[in-house]
């Protein structure tokens, strides 16, 4: 059974930056495509930034130059670190994991960009 569990976000001051992790169980994240998604209120889900096995990182127009996505084999854990936050990127921010079977996701943890 494949479990992500997403962490940190919060409250951030705009300017300022925080850095999410998602932990996977049951999968290696090293094997597998992984992407962080968010989803604003009223909105719908949307590709912040995908880590695949091989080839380059992708990130949304929105958040390139800002946003990076990363992977600790090791503690089988991958991490999207955010900088220069704006209030619209408050959000549910999501992980994802591509494995042949399904895809899967995490719980959501909620990002707040206010003063």
């Known amino acids: 059974q494949v479990q992500l569990v997403e962490s940190g976000g919060g409250l951030v001051q705009p300017g300022g930056s925080t850095r999410l992790s998602c932990t996977a169980s049951?999968?290696?994240?090293?094997?597998?495509?992984t992407a962080w998604y968010r989803q604003a209120p009223g909105k719908q889900r949307d590709l912040v930034a995908s880590?695949?096995?091989?080839?380059?990182?992708y990130y949304a127009e929105l958040v390139k130059g800002r946003f990076t996505i990363s992977r600790d084999n090791a503690k089988n854990t991958v991490y999207l670190q955010m900088n220069t936050l704006k209030p619209e990127d408050t959000a549910v921010y999501y992980c994802?994991?591509?494995?042949?079977?399904?895809?899967?996701w995490g719980q959501g943890t909620q990002v707040t960009v206010s003063s």
């Open positions: 994802n994991l591509n494995r042949w079977d399904s895809i899967y």
């Open positions: 880590s695949p096995t091989t080839g380059p990182q």
């Open positions: 049951g999968a290696s994240v090293s094997l597998y495509t």
